[in-house]
């Protein structure tokens, strides 16, 4: 039995489909003029795919938008939330500890002894720690062996002391064919703590500068610096949770965080603001694809860089690590916190 023609029509009225059984017919009605084009016999079975993705697809989205619509302000409390806990957590830290975050000798000043030998860092730790001050090991192990290749011990004694105290536990000379000594004093140590304070201050002040020269509007530009420093003092609350020991190289990470961070939500402000066609929801939207794609790809190669410099660099580890957490609570912050500000000032600004 010949099966019937059938007839779908779309949304747009301009395109009729027509099943049959000899194939396919795309019908296209532009204004008074009608075009029809012939498809092969089992074609309408790519086309109906095509048809059921792109209504599923619409279907989701608007599914998605009617969800943020009504609860976009609840989910702001997600990130406020996190941000008054990052803010006490900080301020406890700094109550206890005098800083705001664990210094290594590069900015406390100390000694840093890098023994080329394969040696039981554990065991050592243990055995010196009465006698070198705030003592510290890592293992600097082949990325593809695993083996062992050197030891680094950091202390905040003074260095001829901590050689002749490594050389009583080895029970050989350290010299320059099997080890390094560096000493940092203390007092070029917080120098340089103190100017990279203030450059990552001056980097943001610079920042919100240009962010409200750009868009000239106080509510939408306040989201832009409320993301920026969100981010920032969530990965500080984080670092100093997990124990990390910063050294000059991860305060110029969070140097490098605010960049990153900036990048996303000026492209939100952007899309919000300057671009008139489509919704309110569509440019939200299609800001997310965009932003989420650079961020996603940022992230991904800091991780995997991460994985391969861990064994053997302990500046690039600390940076990437600390760039890492930086880009997840940027994730968190652009697309809640700035989505929900600016999505609320664009409907009372209506």
């Known amino acids: 039995m010949k099966p019937k023609s059938i007839t779908i029509t779309f949304k747009i009225p301009q395109i009729i489909i027509i099943l049959g059984a000899g194939g396919l017919m795309v019908e296209s009605l532009v204004s008074t003029q009608k075009t029809r084009v012939r498809l092969p016999a089992g074609a309408y079975i790519v086309a109906n795919r095509r048809i059921n993705f792109k209504m599923e697809e619409q279907k989701n989205k608007k599914s998605f938008a009617d969800f943020h619509n009504r609860h976009y302000k609840h989910l702001l409390l997600i990130p406020l939330i996190l941000l008054i806990v990052s803010f006490f957590y900080v301020f406890s830290f700094y109550q206890t500890n005098g800083d ?104 943001f002040v610079f920042m919100a500068l240009v962010v409200f020269i750009i868009f000239r509007t106080f509510v939408p530009s306040t989201a832009v610096i409320i993301s920026a420093f969100a981010d920032i003092l969530m990965t500080l609350a984080l670092v100093d949770f997990l124990g990390i020991q910063l050294s000059s190289a991860g305060i110029v990470a969070f140097l490098m965080l605010i960049g990153y961070s900036v990048d996303t939500d000026i492209l939100l402000t952007t899309r919000i603001l300057k671009r008139k066609e489509g919704s309110l929801n569509e440019r939200i939207f299609g800001a997310f694809k965009t932003g989420t794609t650079m961020t996603l790809t940022s992230l991904l190669a800091v991780v995997f860089a991460l994985i391969v410099v861990k064994s053997f660099s302990l500046i690039l580890t600390q940076i990437f690590t600390i760039l890492a957490i930086g880009l997840c609570f940027d994730l968190l912050n652009t697309w809640i916190t700035n989505v929900s500000i600016l999505k609320w000032y664009m409907e009372r600004k209506k």
């Open 100 to 203: 705001f975050i664990y210094k290594d000798i590069s900015l406390t000043g100390g000694t840093s002894v890098t023994i080329y030998e394969k040696i039981n860092a554990e065991e050592l730790k243990q055995t010196l720690a009465e006698k070198l001050e705030d003592i510290n090991t890592r293992e600097i192990s082949d990325l593809i062996t695993k083996e062992q290749k050197a030891l680094i011990i950091e202390t905040k004694t003074e260095s001829h002391e901590t050689k002749e105290i490594l050389e009583e536990y080895l029970g050989y000379e350290l010299n320059e064919e099997n080890s390094s000594i560096e000493f940092t004093g203390s007092s070029l140590g917080e120098s340089f703590y103190k100017q990279l304070i203030l450059a990552i201050l001056f980097a």
